[in-house]
């Protein structure tokens, strides 16, 4: 163990005492020690000849193999979604479909422990995150979308409701199991059959959850699963029988498929980074927000296209709060993803971490003032500590870019119209938080903000009967509720 954390600012004394040791057992989880694509139901070796490995993020360890897929693979899997679509998902009794759903979030709720351990391995996260969050909100939108499936002419009176067809998915690596069941769940409620690329560091638990289709019997070529890089996403994309493309990941890559698909037809829907402001004014309770604060920028590491990454504090708390802040952060335990005491695990990739230190090296450059808590991150791994920039003017880039990691930069206002200009100032729109007493402040600032979400008085809640989907370069469409299903249905 190395002492890497640097104190820049004067610090409250750390907790001179430790958690001890309080792992989750790994063993509940096996891997195989390579996965091939999951195509007509079955797992096939890749065309492409081509495989790559995935590894543990906090030791570095090999996984296991992965199957990467080319164009002929993508096609392949294109073409076993069509032919499940033609003989027999489309035409499906609606109360059969939403069986199947049913069965899938049920074992998602009884293997929950297993990929719970799974998505911590691979992706870094804190086990509590993935245990007490991810895996039930997956298993919960798998059993809402269930409920819809035989109720879309409910949903939409009137309009007579069908499915596209084909969907083409593309997922980021920060939910992994849970951004698979925003797009599987709701593509499958409206009779579409899905292709679905997960991301190239955290490929596992999708390929986990092709034993749950085949636990449910769900029908081979309903859900195809391709693992890949951005080749294989881009393959997908380019791909003249896929009816519709749902994208979950950077703004950069967002721009570059709306792009391609332009004038092809095929229907689109984004939801790309954000640099939320969380406001805070003086009238709040305070020891709330902080924790408030907390939950925002390092839940997942801060990888979090909602994270509350920029923080914009009523100036006359700003001192008292700020100093509330640093003290809570010294309590944050930062390590092994699978101890249960963890609070902030590894991060996702060498990648990322180098793009969390560049940004952080800028911000100190343009003349930001850091503070980390005093902690010891393990020497293997990808490991950065809890941040915290003060003095941030709007125009750095801490204030301006998504980070994607557990950095927070403060900023100040005095008047809630500062609050809401400060805030609107991004070229992303996806979320926001209000702390205030006043519930007619809310009010006026919810409808002022330019988010697609607003939380107040609380921060990173989800729940699959609420739309979700952002304004600007944050994307458009919406996941979750009746929105959600929309976007995977056509009307007369
Ligand atoms: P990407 O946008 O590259 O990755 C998202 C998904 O798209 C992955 O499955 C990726 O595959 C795939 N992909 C990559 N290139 C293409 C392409 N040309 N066509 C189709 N699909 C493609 O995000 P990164 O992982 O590179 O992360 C970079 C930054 O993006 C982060 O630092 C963060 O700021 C932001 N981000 C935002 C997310 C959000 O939820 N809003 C989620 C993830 C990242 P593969 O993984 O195999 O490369």
Redesign the pocket.
Known sequence: MTDVAKRKSVAPAPLDWEYAPAPEARDIVRFDDRYGLFVGGKHVEPKSGEWFATTSPATEEQLAEVALAGAEDVDLAVGAAREAYEDGWSGLRPAERAKYLFRIARILQERSRELAVAESLDGGKPIKESRDVDLPLAAAHFFYYAGWADKLEYAFPHRAPRPLGVAGQ?????FPLLMLAWKIAPALAAGNTVVL?????TPLTALLFTDVCRQAELPPGVVNIVT???S???H??KHPGVDKIA????T???K??QRELAGTGTRLTL????KAANIVFDDCALDQAIEGIVNGIYFNQGHV?CAGSRLLVQESIYEPLVAKLKRRLTTLRVGDPLDKNTDVGAINSQ??LE?IRELVASGEEEGAEIYQPPCRLPEKGYWFAPTVFTNVAQSYRIAQE???GPVLSVLTFRTPEEAVEKANNTAYGLSAGVWTEKGSRILWMTARLRAGVVWANTFNRFDPTSPFGGYKESGFGREGGRHGLEAYLAFD
């Open positions: 593309i997922i980021p690596w920060n690329k997960p991301a190239e560091t890949g890089d951005g294989t996403g881009a997908l994309v994208f979950t990941g950077s950069e890559v967002g570059a498929i939801e790309l980074g954000g296209c990648a990322q793009r998504e980070i994607f």
